[in-house]
Structures are given as C-alpha cells and as structure tokens.
C-alpha cells in the first residue's frame, strides 16, 4: 500500500526519491557515524566530515555552532554515551 500523496510523490524526481534514504534509517546512519564524526571535530578535521552530515546533526540538535566551530550538545553527548554503551 503505497502511503505517500500521489501528487507528492510525483512531484519529486525519481533520482530525488532513491537518493535520500528514509528518515529512520537516516537518523540510524547519523548515530552510527557520529562517534566517527566527534573523532574528527576534536583532531580538527571537519573537512572529513560530509556537508550533509553536518547539517543533519545540527537539525537534530546533536552539534551546534559556537563562534564557527561546531561543537556537541549535551543531546548529542547523550547520543555518544549511547553508541559507546551499544559497543562495550
């Protein structure tokens, strides 16, 4: 049963809809990389990092900017005690 608005959906490109995976499985490879992301901000190395990691991470409130550099929130502080915990 398809659940999206047919004239939703078929506004989109098609490339549009096979690029962006659902927001879930979105939100599922943001927590897997954010330890990684983490790694890199504290070796000053947000060059390493995708754009669009970035901004997903600042949308869900898990970095933030300060004075040009990002830093993490005490969300995504949470999110990093989490996948730490899930790897030991």
Request: net charge neutral.
């Amino acid at each position: 049963m398809n659940t999206h608005h047919p004239s939703t959906v078929a506004a989109l490109p098609e490339s549009a809809l096979l690029a962006q995976p659902p927001p879930i499985l979105r939100r599922e490879q943001l927590r897997i990389e954010l330890l990684a992301t983490v790694d890199s901000l504290h070796r000053r190395r947000a060059d390493l990092v995708s754009e669009g990691f970035i901004a997903d991470y600042v949308a869900l409130h898990w970095l933030e900017w300060n004075g040009g550099a990002l830093r993490l929130t005490v969300t995504g502080q949470n999110v990093c005690a989490q996948m730490r915990a899930a790897m030991n």
